[in-house]
């Protein structure tokens, strides 16, 4: 009996030929799966979906790599990897050196580096490792781990993590919380030390650096953790709480890292610095790119005017508690001076705990700020929190002529403002933005765009944007006619763009109406897009 080779079809009927029928052939083949699963980089990207947690049973996917690593030579390496490289406790460490305890410690900890090699990324409480596994001992425990974050809850036994620190790491996140125990803080600064001195000894190749101490007292002028930092030649980015960092070398200290380029120093409300008399850097910083601070105003002025001038491009400064209005000058011109000739990037946050205030207990961001910030050539900005009436169409078309290159602006409101002021921001701010800024992408502001005018005000809008898209976050603004606003935003910017209300603060607030009215202008805008 001859064999013959059954006929493929496209759609329409007609005869497709040998070639697609050896191409489906192949493709249909069992090999073709094989030689997938062969494929290291798409087999990685399959099993990465089985790390993902799932709604109804977050292990499933873990049960699901252990189950193939069990079953497949083949790929049972790149599985172990997969199931072992990012960890959240320490858990499956302790579960699995429990499961070895008939073998000597030097054989139990050989078969647990057959696992915990594949390791790159743990969190660990301190307080719940047993002792065994924290000796330093070679080879280490986890001998390719590179992102380890150590944390200590309050009233945890503080337990050293130096055995934790290998070559290999490139971050380091210690998060502390302190239940104000001298004992237990005397043991978290010997951990601490420890831990540091491993640090140096080990990891040049460290990027990431953070370290968190709530509760926690000023660290002791013998301890200087900036001078610890300086050999660390290869850090990146460090984030501390003022209570590791602060003494009075800690900026000329800190200028002198060669590659740092992201510096964050945030104060926790219950340290108390004292009398901490900083020195200025008249230098260094030459990585430095993003810089951010947090506290209170004094603090943040002094740690600014120690500062040297240096070629920072984003800077964040968040002010807790009432700022008076002269703080909030200082701190701005401090910014101007030390980083105006580099800075695009710039987020003001006065107070950073607004939630957490009275609206009438704190000075919301003051207009006396802008003639300082329109000196900056800024792409990015973002400002909280300004009263609602702050914001007008002057002050909109005056920062529109100094920022021709923005393209965020956040300019967030300190409340819903249930009958705008007559000096609140109308869509003719929106329009100044359109008109002179071409490379905008995101607006945050409160408007009044009251009235059915807005239709016959569209025909004057003179933009020669391209049109591209553009985000509209409205906040809480009051829309009484979405039809006649609908045309002037397209008229604005060349088309439909993307906005969006504070739909949650303005139903706490009873404004039903204009929730109403904000789905009415969403859906026009909505439809003319599709």
């Known amino acids: 009996m001859s064999s013959r080779t059954p006929t493929m079809r496209d759609d329409s009927g007609e005869a497709l ?84 305890d008939t073998y000597d410690v030097p054989t139990r900890r050989a078969r647990m580096i057959h696992y915990t090699r594949y390791i790159r990324d743990i969190e660990v409480d301190s307080g719940t490792v047993p002792s065994s596994l924290l ?30 620190i290998v070559p290999s790491l490139t971050e380091v996140r210690v998060d502390v919380t302190s239940d104000a125990s001298p004992a237990q803080d005397a043991d978290f600064l010997a951990t601490l030390l420890d831990g540091m001195g491993a640090i140096n000894r080990r990891c040049a190749l460290l990027r990431t650096m953070e370290i968190s101490w709530v509760n926690g007292p000023l660290l002791p002028p013998s301890f200087s953790l900036p001078k610890m930092l300086s050999s660390l030649i290869s850090l990146r980015s460090l984030s501390a709480s003022t209570n590791t960092i602060a003494s009075r070398q800690t900026l000329p200290d800190l200028s002198t890292l060669p590659a740092l380029r992201s510096l964050h120093i945030c104060h926790l409300s219950e340290t108390h610095l004292g009398d901490v008399d900083l020195v200025a850097a008249n230098s260094g910083f030459e990585a430095l790119q993003s810089f951010s601070l947090e506290g209170p105003p004094l603090l943040v002025h002094d740690i600014l005017e120690c500062m040297p001038r240096c070629g920072v491009q984003q800077c964040t400064v968040a002010l807790h ?13 401090d910014i101007a001076r030390k ?61 529109a002529a100094s920022w021709p290159r923005l393209r965020v602006l956040h300019l967030r409101p300190n409340g819903v403002s249930l009958d705008p002021p007559p000096s609140m921001a109308t869509l003719r701010g929106l329009r100044h933005f359109a008109e002179r800024c071409p490379d905008l992408e995101e607006v945050a502001v409160q408007l009044n765009a009251s009235g059915e005018h807005w239709k016959d005000e569209a025909g004057r809008v003179a933009t020669n944007r391209v049109a591209r898209p553009v985000s509209l976050d409205l906040t809480t603004s009051l829309v009484t006619h979405p039809e006649a606003v609908a045309v002037y935003l397209k008229r ?29 202008l969403w859906a026009l805008l909505s439809d003319d897009a599709a």
């Open 17 to 100: 030929g040998m070639d697609a029928y050896r191409v489906e052939s192949k493709l249909n083949h069992p090999s073709a799966c094989f030689a997938v699963l062969a494929c290291d980089e798409l087999l990685r990207n399959i099993l990465l979906h089985l790390t993902e947690p799932l709604v109804d049973d977050p292990d499933e996917g873990q049960q699901a790599l252990a189950s193939l690593a069990l079953v497949c030579k083949t790929i049972s390496p790149l599985t172990l990897a997969t199931l072992w490289e990012r960890l959240d406790s320490i858990n499956p460490i302790i579960a699995l050196w429990e499961s070895l």
């Open 135 to 164: 000796a330093d001992a070679a080879p280490p425990l986890i001998p390719n781990l590179r992102h380890l974050r150590w944390v200590v809850p309050s009233r945890a036994a503080i337990q050293p993590f130096s055995a934790l």
């Open 321 to 333: 508690g009432n700022t008076p209005e002269r703080y909030q000058r200082l701190v701005v011109e």
């Open 339 to 399: 980083f105006g000739t580099s800075l695009g990037t710039l987020s003001l946050s006065f107070p950073s705990d607004a939630y957490s205030l009275d609206p009438g207990a704190y000075t919301p961001l003051s207009l006396s700020v802008f003639p300082t910030l329109r000196t900056l050539n800024l792409v990015d900005v973002r400002l909280t929190w300004l009263a609602p009436g702050d914001v007008s169409d002057a002050l909109c078309e005056e920062l």
């Open 492 to 520: 604005c910017f060349q088309g439909p763009p993307v906005v969006r209300f504070n739909r949650v603060e303005a139903r706490m607030c009873g404004q039903g109406g204009r929730v109403a009215a904000w789905d009415r």
